[in-house]
T-cell receptor, first 113, second 115 residues
Framework: DQQVKQNSPSLSVQEGRISILNCDYT??????FLWYKKYPAEGPTFLIS?????DKNEDGRFTVFLNKSAKHLSLHIVPSQPGDSAVYFC????????????FGTGTSLTVIP | GAVVSQHPSRVICKSGTSVKIECRSL??????MFWYRQFPKQSLMLMAT?????????EQGVEKDKFLINHASLTLSTLTVTSAHPEDSSFYIC???????????FGDGTRLSIL
C-alpha cells in the first residue's frame, strides 16, 4: 500500500522557469515531510523539510507547500537551473512512531537549457 | 561531503553466494541506521531498522534469516544477503540520522546483481 505518491514520473521545464513537483499522501497522521534529490549512482540528499504546523517553508530557490486538508505537498523551484535535473523524492513520517519515512516513487526533473 | 559511506557500490555474483554490504557514518554516531531496497521505477522501501547493540527491527514481509543485519558499533551497520538468488537483485541503500528525527543521510547505494 503506497502511502506516499508522486503521480508524475517525469517533468521537463525550461531553464529560468518554475518547476513544480507534487506529492500526495494518504496517512493523516503524517506530520513531517521532506524532499530529497537524487543524482544517478548517488544516494538521495536532503533538500528541504516541512512540519505539519506550517504550510510553507522556503530555502533559497526551493519552497515547499503543505496542504494538510488535501494531504498534498509540492516543491517549487524558481528559477530552475540545468543542475537541478535529478530525481526528486518526497518522504513523510509520523514523528511519534520513530524515524520511519515513507517515500514516493520519485519524479525525474529535466531542466532544459 | 558524504556523511554516510556505503560499500560496495556494485556487486555481481553467482546465485547462492552471500553478499555483505557495509554502511558507515563518517563523522557522527548513529544509534539507528536504516536499510532500504528499491526496485526499478518504485519507491524506496524500508526493509529494517538497525539498532546499535540490539536486534534489528524488520518490516513486514522481510525475511530476517535472508537479510542479516548487524549493527556492531555506533558507526557501522552491515546487511548480509544470504544465499542470494536472482530475485534478490535490487538497489540497496542505507541511511542514518545523527539525532532524533532529523533528516536522514543516505549512502550512495549498492547495486546487487545475482546471476
Amino acid at each position: 500500500d503506497q502511502q506516499v505518491k508522486q503521480n508524475s514520473p517525469s517533468l521537463s521545464v525550461q531553464e529560468g522557469r518554475i518547476s513544480i513537483l507534487n506529492c500526495d499522501y494518504t496517512n493523516s497522521m503524517f506530520d513531517y515531510f521532506l524532499w530529497y534529490k537524487k543524482y544517478p549512482a548517488e544516494g538521495p540528499t536532503f533538500l528541504i523539510s516541512i512540519s505539519s504546523i506550517k504550510d510553507k517553508n522556503e530555502d533559497g530557490r526551493f519552497t515547499v507547500f503543505l496542504n494538510k486538508s488535501a494531504k498534498h505537498l509540492s516543491l517549487h523551484i524558481v528559477p530552475s537551473q540545468p543542475g537541478d535535473s535529478a530525481v526528486y523524492f518526497c518522504a513523510a513520517s509520523e514523528r511519534n512512531t520513530g524515524n520511519q519515512f515513507y517515500f514516493g516513487t520519485g519524479t525525474s526533473l529535466t531542466v532544459i537549457p | 561531503g558524504a556523511v554516510v559511506s556505503q560499500h560496495p557500490s556494485r556487486v555481481i555474483c553467482k546465485s547462492g553466494t552471500s553478499v555483505k554490504i557495509e554502511c558507515r557514518s563518517l563523522d557522527f554516531q548513529a544509534t539507528t541506521m536504516f536499510w532500504y531496497r528499491q526496485f526499478p521505477k518504485q519507491s524506496l522501501m524500508l526493509m529494517a531498522t538497525s539498532n546499535e547493540g540490539s536486534k534489528a527491527t524488520y518490516e513486514q514481509g522481510v525475511e530476517k534469516d535472508k537479510f542479516l543485519i548487524n549493527h556492531a558499533s555506533l558507526t557501522l551497520s552491515t546487511l548480509t544477503v544470504t544465499s542470494a538468488h536472482p530475485e534478490d537483485s535490487s538497489f540497496y541503500i542505507c541511511s542514518a540520522s545523527d539525532r532524533g528525527h532529523q533528516p536522514q543521510h543516505f549512502g550512495d547505494g549498492t547495486r546487487l546483481s545475482i546471476l
